[in-house]
């Protein structure tokens, strides 16, 4: 969503990080004849350009943000005034706490390290599954060299794949080759 909106330009971002644009309406002063009859009431200058294109781009951000919402979230949002109230409500939801962000690292990182192909898993499948698990820790913010994690995919192979993983493993390409070409070497 972040980059969707981010896509949709900086200030409809502006509208999610800092909140909705409030013009600073100022009064204007009247002309003097008017002021000393009595008859002059203050008179606030109208909202300008930028502000006008700021308050369109909060309506924007708005709308997106609502309609992106998953149908059985909606009524979790449906009281928030702001797309910045609904972003920081959509963060707790979905991140957690900082208590459940390390417990989604923890997971992450033991499902890593853990990988074992299942006996009756097919070669495609165990990739399916590992490239979820990197996918995960990706989300959690852990960034695994290509090296390490070709090792552990190829560790994570049963034993039919032995001459397979000694063949990959003596070629110096594993170093920076993406996990997708590895499979593909498989």
């Not at 059985?72 to 706490?97: E, H, M, P, Q, R």
């Not at 989604?104 to 009756?120: D, G, I, M, S, Y």
């Not at 060299?145 to 034993?159: A, I, K």
């Amino acid at each position: 969503m972040e980059r969707y909106l981010r896509r949709l330009g900086r200030d409809v971002w502006r509208s999610v990080e800092e909140g909705p644009h409030v013009p600073v309406l100022t009064p204007v002063q009247t002309d003097g004849a008017t002021a000393i009859l009595g008859g002059g009431k203050p008179v606030l200058n109208y909202p300008t350009k930028d502000d006008l294109d700021k308050m369109e781009n909060d309506v924007v951000a708005f709308y997106e943000i609502s309609c992106g919402v998953a149908p059985d979230n909606f009524d979790i949002i449906i009281n928030c005034k702001s797309t910045k109230a609904i972003w920081n409500v959509l963060k707790n939801l979905y991140d957690g706490s900082e208590q459940a962000q390390d417990m989604k690292l923890t997971t992450a990182l033991n499902e890593f390290n853990n990988f074992k192909a299942h006996t009756c898993e097919s070669l495609e499948d165990s990739f399916k599954r590992f490239n979820l698990i990197v996918t995960k820790l990706l989300n959690v913010g852990t960034i695994r060299s290509n090296h390490e994690t070709n090792l552990q995919f190829l560790n994570g192979l049963g034993r039919h794949w032995t001459t397979a993983k000694m063949i990959v493993q003596g070629d110096i390409k594993i170093h920076s080759m993406s996990l997708y070409k590895l499979y593909g070497e498989l």
